[in-house]
């Protein structure tokens, strides 16, 4: 992953984490949640305390299994 792209996925996780408003949704059929960075998608499973990145890519291909 570029650079600029990975700088821009931790900002946002950051930018979460500290309560401000991100475009998050709940994914269909999964207990994770999606958050858009521009073309990225960051899936992650909130736990509370603890947010887990369960993958990170482009919207194309992060949600085929």
Do not use: C, F, N, T
């Not at 950051?14 to 958050?35: C, F, L, T």
């Amino acid at each position: 992953m570029q650079p600029k792209r990975r700088a821009a996925i931790y900002a946002k996780l950051d930018a979460y984490a500290r309560g401000e408003p991100v475009d998050i949704k709940r994914m269909q059929g999964r207990s994770y949640d999606r958050i858009r960075v521009g073309q990225d998608r960051v899936i992650i499973d909130d736990q509370g305390r603890v947010v887990m990145v369960i993958d990170a890519g482009s919207r194309g291909g992060i949600y085929k299994e």
